[in-house]
């Protein structure tokens, strides 16, 4: 994607991940498929505290380790396309979080918590599919402002709370007292905020992609009254409007990597819009390959119900659908997203929130730049 | 997108700031002074060289990138389409005559379309014939050295203000419905046709029925070949993949409502705010998507259902931003006059979004494109 998305600075546009990022992505869903594909969550949640050991040493091999997603370009992109491989076949481990963890080791990962402000208590507690992949875990919100927290050990098991743990804050020092975060985002806190939510967002892509592939496979072999379900219009539309959702998705994702990668003034509404069309597809997708499915559908022996089951944390956590709107709203203000229609009150807008910090603002018109 | 793209844009919103009323909503209203603002406009464009942009040289034209073609598409969907019904003549039917016109139809029509002097209509739908075209029914007869066409059109867009209609008729009956049909280039002044104009919610212009009555067309008239217009027209709809940008006008009107609110843009019920934040993100994933099937077409690799997903999610934003955006005005007094302007912009989106799911294709035949992609193997 070294074209930039809707950019004036270049002559033409790249709507796709670079070639090495793409072939990256293939080779781990082979990988992941060699080392078991679907059993391997099916075995995670038979063994949850084998885990770990299950996917890290596959995540070794594959050198997962080695990308830096804040270097940005390919290695942005491979972290992106891996993602988009362990969605597919619903790789039970915090693939997202984890690349996204801090150079220095301190913590196991990243994780975005849905709160704004710097204290407790200014949003539910974080909280991610994180049980049993690391005690400690780096924190960002939306506004960029870092804290440490430690997972809490599991509730429930995984065949209903897929390794959802919640998070407990430890308490920081800042200027008016012990809080549990820095006081003031940083444009690389934000940045990161950004980075936190766009990342699963890839993985939900991958569930999505393999939810409609079995769904057609399914709906092509499956025969009523004579005939595969495929040949029902009944059955065709539903398809069709879920396929639109998914490649939507495909589209807001590569923007949104983009507007990562360019270190985008907009880059967390950017994310926060991909989330919000993910969030969407993911309620559609879900309904229309379930009931297309039928019975089976439910039951264990059929893929689908594995990666529905397992989409559930990342549709969940950090930010519900409606959480989601709720801070694009009021982000965006009266400023919109940004595009060639923004308008002057779209980069007045962006302008202002580079003032605040962020790391670029937007380019003309109140396209990206 | 390069800086080509951007100047390009920055100079199209200038000639529309300088030529076309701030209160233009379009060619087709009640007010003939309308339609001569788009003659004007087209003809501005002409000479500035931006009317045929996309057009071989040879043509007259600059052959400029899919990207500028779709920057062209957006900033004129967005400000109403201050060219009128030009784009069909531009877009497809001068296209399609360089392919297939002979010379003499080439030299008759090319110039005064890429002069932006002309407007073409098209003659398709019947009643017995709408997203199932194969089935039409209006026939040329063979007369002597030419034909005589009898029958009737139906929701023909600008068939009251055409000089030409590019028309589709039966010349025989082959194995196959889709053999034995011709196109003819008539003169909408001929006589024997006669036009009947709807009245419809979308106004004026949009919607006419057209009577052939005896109508005598020759060889000259004939576009390519005889009995093989099927094909033509299939290649005629493959020039409007994209089609209207129509996230152009609504990511437009949704950047505008906070301006033409002022201060009552806070006092909006926070859940319609949502509902606009919604549709923002719904209109970028539109954008996103016409961007996909422009870089398709730029490399080559389009296949015909690759616009369907785009069209689909495209009508839809259409019409539920529509939807959000009249929700918007209602909740707000709007006394000056940017205010009622935006009113009315507003309401004229929402009168034309109902049509968007039907016309040009109807959103159903999208989703049998696509379903019969994505199901190869049924």
């Known amino acids: ?369 | 997108m390069g800086e080509g793209v951007a100047t390009l844009r920055r100079e199209l919103r200038q000639l529309v700031r300088e030529h076309v009323p701030p209160d233009f909503l379009g060619a087709f209203t009640a007010d003939p002074a309308d339609l001569e603002v788009a003659q004007a406009f087209c003809r501005t464009l002409a000479e500035r060289g931006l009317l045929c942009m996309a057009w071989p040289r040879e043509f007259g034209g600059r052959e400029s990138s899919p990207w500028e073609q779709m920057a062209v598409r957006e900033e004129m969907w967005a400000l109403h389409e201050p060219r009128g019904a030009q784009y069909m003549g531009v877009n497809w039917v001068g296209p399609t005559i360089m392919r297939h016109g002979t010379a003499e139809q080439q030299a008759r029509h090319l110039p005064p379309i890429s002069r932006g002097e002309v407007i073409w209509c098209q003659g398709f739908s019947e009643p017995e014939a709408g997203s199932d075209l194969a089935s039409l029914r209006t026939t040329a007869r063979r007369d002597g050295g030419g034909w005589r066409v009898t029958g009737q059109k139906v929701w023909t867009s600008y068939a009251t203000m055409a000089q030409w209609c590019f028309l589709l008729a039966r010349t025989s009956k082959g194995a196959r419905r889709q053999q034995g049909l011709t196109v003819f280039l008539v003169p909408m002044s001929d006589p024997a046709i006669e036009v009947r104009p709807i009245a419809s919610m979308i106004g004026p212009h949009h919607l006419n029925e057209v009577f052939f009555d005896e109508l005598r067309v020759t060889e000259a008239d004939v576009l390519g070949t005889v009995d093989e217009g099927w094909s033509l027209v299939q290649e005629v709809l493959a020039f409007e993949r994209v089609g209207i940008a129509r996230y152009a006008r609504v990511e437009r009107l949704l950047h505008e409502a906070p301006t033409a609110l002022g201060d009552q843009w806070e006092k909006l019920p926070e859940e319609l705010r949502g509902r606009w934040a919604r549709m923002l993100v719904h209109a970028r994933r539109a954008r996103l998507l016409a961007y996909r099937v422009v870089a398709l077409q730029a490399s080559g690799r389009i296949r015909p259902d690759d616009s369907a997903a785009y069209r689909i999610a495209v009508t839809r934003l259409d019409q539920e931003s529509a939807e959000v955006l009249m929700d918007i005005v209602a909740e707000a007094s709007l006394p000056d006059e940017a205010g009622r302007r935006f009113r009315r912009a507003v309401a004229d989106h929402r009168r034309y979004s109902v049509s968007a799911t039907v016309a040009s294709g109807s959103v159903e035949m999208q989703r049998i494109l696509m379903a019969r992609a994505l199901l190869a193997a049924s």
């Open chain 1, 1 to 369: 994607m070294t074209a930039v998305l809707g950019a004036a600075t270049s002559t033409d546009m790249n709507t796709e991940l670079s070639d090495e990022a793409a072939e990256y992505g293939r080779t781990a869903l082979r990988a992941f498929e060699a080392a078991g594909g679907d059993e391997l969550v099916q075995a995670a949640e038979r063994e949850p505290e084998k885990r770990a050991g299950l996917i890290e040493p596959l995540l070794d091999e594959i050198g997962a380790w080695e990308l830096d997603p804040r270097a940005g370009g390919d290695e942005l992109e491979a972290a992106a396309a891996l993602c988009r491989a362990a969605g597919w076949w619903a790789l039970p481990y915090p693939l997202a979080e984890r690349l996204c963890r801090p150079a220095d080791g301190s913590t196991a990962g990243l994780v975005l918590a849905a709160g704004t402000g710097a204290g407790v208590g200014t949003g539910p507690a974080p909280a991610a599919a994180v049980a049993g992949a690391g005690q400690r875990w780096s924190t960002v919100t939306l506004d960029g402002r870092r804290g440490v927290a430690t997972a809490r050990p599991l509730a429930e098991g995984p065949r209903y709370g897929a390794f959802v743990a919640e998070l407990d804050p430890e308490p920081v020092a800042t200027s008016t007292g012990t809080g549990t975060g820095t006081e003031d985002g940083t444009a690389d806190g934000r940045a990161d905020a950004a980075l936190a939510l766009v990342l699963p967002c890839w993985t939900l892509l991958g569930m999505l992609d393999r939810a409609l592939d079995l769904t057609r496979a399914h709906v092509l072999a499956r025969q009523q009254f004579g005939q595969p379900l495929a040949r029902f219009q009944g059955v065709q539309f539903q398809l069709t409007d879920a396929e639109v959702e998914r490649v939507g998705v495909e589209e807001l994702a590569k923007f949104a990597l983009w507007s990562v990668q360019a270190g985008h003034g907009d880059a967390v509404e950017d994310a926060l819009a991909l989330r919000h069309a993910a969030l969407e597809a993911a309620d559609l997708v879900f309904r229309v390959t379930h009931q297309l499915h039928g019975a089976m559908g439910f039951c264990d022996e059929t893929t689908l119900s594995w990666i529905s089951r397992y989409s559930q944390p990342v549709r969940r956590h950090p930010l519900s659908l409606s959480a989601t709107r709720d801070h694009l709203t009021r982000r965006i203000g009266r400023a919109g997203l940004s595009g060639p229609f923004a308008g002057p009150a779209g980069a007045a807008g962006a302008a202002a929130r580079a003032g605040a910090g962020s790391a670029a603002g937007s380019g003309e018109e109140g396209q990206p730049r």
